[in-house]
T-cell receptor, first 110, second 116 residues
Framework: QKEVEQDPGPLSVPEGAIVSLNCTYSNSAFQYFMWYRQYSRKGPELLMYTYSSGNKEDGRFTAQVDKSSKYISLFIRDSQPSDSATYLCAMREGAQKLVFGQGTRLTINP | GAVVSQHPSWVICKSGTSVKIECRSLDFQATTMFWYRQFPKQSLMLMATSNEGSKATYEQGVEKDKFLINHASLTLSTLTVTSAHPEDSSFYIC????????????FGSGTRLTVV
């Protein structure tokens, strides 16, 4: 079993839809949780960074962490075609290396 | 915010030659840098972790003598692919972090290496 599981998709939704991306993990020692967006042939861009259970909102993006269930989510409201990318969840224990999910390929259709 | 600059963005080299990729932290001191490799439609694979002034720690299965990592300063790390072969063609990405302020690990824009 992988430490971090993420549905690779692909996921295709119409413009304006609410998108829900999810990851589960098995290591209860993970303390920090991140969501990255990666466009084709580019490096990952940090979208959200949380370290406690609960919700964190930034514009159209909401990150949710449930440590008791070992489950994290990223919600995108009012999705735009420019949101089409691969979304990677990542987490780490303390100052350790990041552990990534497989990435979900998302397409927003105009 | 934290910015990491990676160069070149793409490079083509002949088989048997060496290629150097640079990763610079522009507005913070990168005490730790990570080097990743990414194949098409796959997630990032960590190759090595380097702390400034120390030897890099390589992940299992990564050839130390082939992928030379230098982190001689707090703002610069380099990855040299030595005696490159076509199977080394890939997308290489660096990431940096610092002690104290936690930026959540910032990534460079990546380097696409093609060995012909």
């Amino acid at each position: 079993q992988k430490e971090v599981e993420q549905d690779p998709g692909p996921l295709s939704v119409p413009e304006g839809a609410i998108v829900s991306l999810n990851c589960t993990y098995s290591n209860s020692a993970f303390q920090y949780f991140m969501w990255y967006r990666q466009y084709s042939r580019k490096g990952p861009e940090l979208l959200m960074y949380t370290y406690s259970s609960g919700n964190k909102e930034d514009g159209r993006f909401t990150a949710q962490v449930d440590k008791s269930s070992k489950y994290i989510s990223l919600f995108i409201r009012d999705s735009q075609p420019s949101d089409s990318a691969t979304y990677l969840c990542a987490m780490r224990e303390g100052a350790q290396k990041l552990v990534f999910g497989q990435g979900t390929r998302l397409t927003i259709n105009p | 915010g934290a910015v990491v600059s990676q160069h070149p963005s793409w490079v083509i080299c002949k088989s048997g030659t060496s290629v150097k990729i640079e990763c610079r932290s522009l507005d913070f001191q990168a005490t730790t840098m990570f080097w990743y490799r990414q194949f098409p439609k796959q997630s990032l694979m960590l190759m090595a972790t380097s702390n400034e002034g120390s030897k890099a720690t390589y992940e299992q299965g990564v050839e130390k003598d082939k992928f030379l990592i230098n982190h001689a300063s707090l703002t610069l790390s380099t990855l040299t692919v030595t005696s490159a072969h076509p199977e080394d063609s890939s997308f290489y990405i660096c990431s940096a972090t610092t002690t104290g302020v936690d930026y959540g690990y910032t990534f460079g824009s990546g380097t696409r290496l093609t060995v012909v």
